[in-house]
């Protein structure tokens, strides 16, 4: 894309005068406009063009799920096979995901039959089901494939921003060996360790910490990323407490009592 400084959000037009995008940015190493140009695609956008002419704003579907894109080690410790597709880490509660049955831990790998490719393009294509309309979501729930069909929300800043919904609140990884070597843990050591705790979260308000071990869910004791979110989501599903390793000692947490809609 031929673009100029001031130019972003201006149309990209062919040859033919067709408008086949919409200007972003630049990348100058001189400061002026020679360089490499950037635009969004104007198929990215159509929809987006189509409700603000008809609306006056644009707005985006939601599903309720915060979104991971995980490595092939992550998918063997869930289980899930070689998919690619995308971790829905955590679920906000009272969100289309958790009324529709998806739950933490759900490794996402297709939208209405198509497959997903990653999180990104999972994100833009949720985004463009408005708000009220049905998608059947295809999930890998360990090794067992599941069909979901869930009403979509409008996403808004205040809903997407409010941590607090966030269920569990953070991410639980694999004690790989170099996690393992990291946190200086014996060989005896079990479970799946604590990390991006969300503030104000379920778990923050169970103190967790990144870093923290968890080594069972409700007396469950789970030793892999699939035996934890397992866990959480059936013997979880009233409250919820944890068996928790750190600094050689293993405490449980306090009781987080859902209310789940």
């Known amino acids: 894309a031929a673009i100029n400084q001031g130019n972003s959000g201006g149309p ?25 140009g950037f635009s969004i695609p104007i198929n990215n956008i159509k929809t987006a063009i189509d409700q603000f002419i008809s609306k006056g704003k644009i707005s985006y579907g939601w599903l309720g799920v915060s979104l991971l894109g995980v490595n092939q080690d992550y998918k063997d410790a869930l289980g899930v096979g070689k998919h690619d597709g995308a971790l829905a880490a955590e679920v906000f509660m009272d969100s289309p995901a958790m009324k529709g049955g998806l739950q933490a831990g759900d490794y996402i790998i297709a939208l209405n039959g198509n ?69 200086k843990l014996d060989s005896n050591v079990k479970g799946v360790v604590v990390s991006s705790v969300q503030e104000k979260s379920p778990a923050a308000a169970l103190r967790l910490q990144n870093g923290d071990v968890i080594t069972a869910v409700n007396d ?42």
Not at 12 to 36: H, K, P, R
């Open 115 to 183: 497959d997903v490719k990653d999180v990104n393009q999972l994100v833009r294509d949720v985004g463009n089901i408005p708000a009220g309309q049905t998608a059947k979501i295809t999930v890998m729930r360990g090794s067992s494939k599941i069909d979901l069909t869930i009403k979509m929300d409008e996403r808004t800043d205040d809903i997407v921003g409010d941590s607090s919904k966030q269920w569990p609140g953070f991410v639980a990884t694999p004690l790989s060996d170099s996690a393992r070597k990291q946190l």
């Open 12 to 36: 990209l037009v062919n040859i033919y005068g067709e408008v086949v995008g919409i200007n972003t940015w630049i990348a100058s190493q001189s400061g002026g406009s020679q360089g490499l």
């Open 220 to 261: 469950v004791k789970v030793s892999t990323v699939e035996e934890f979110y397992a866990a959480l989501n059936t013997v979880g599903k009233t409250e919820v407490w944890f068996d928790v390793y750190s600094d050689g000692h293993t405490i449980s947490t306090g009781r987080y009592k859902l209310n789940r809609k």
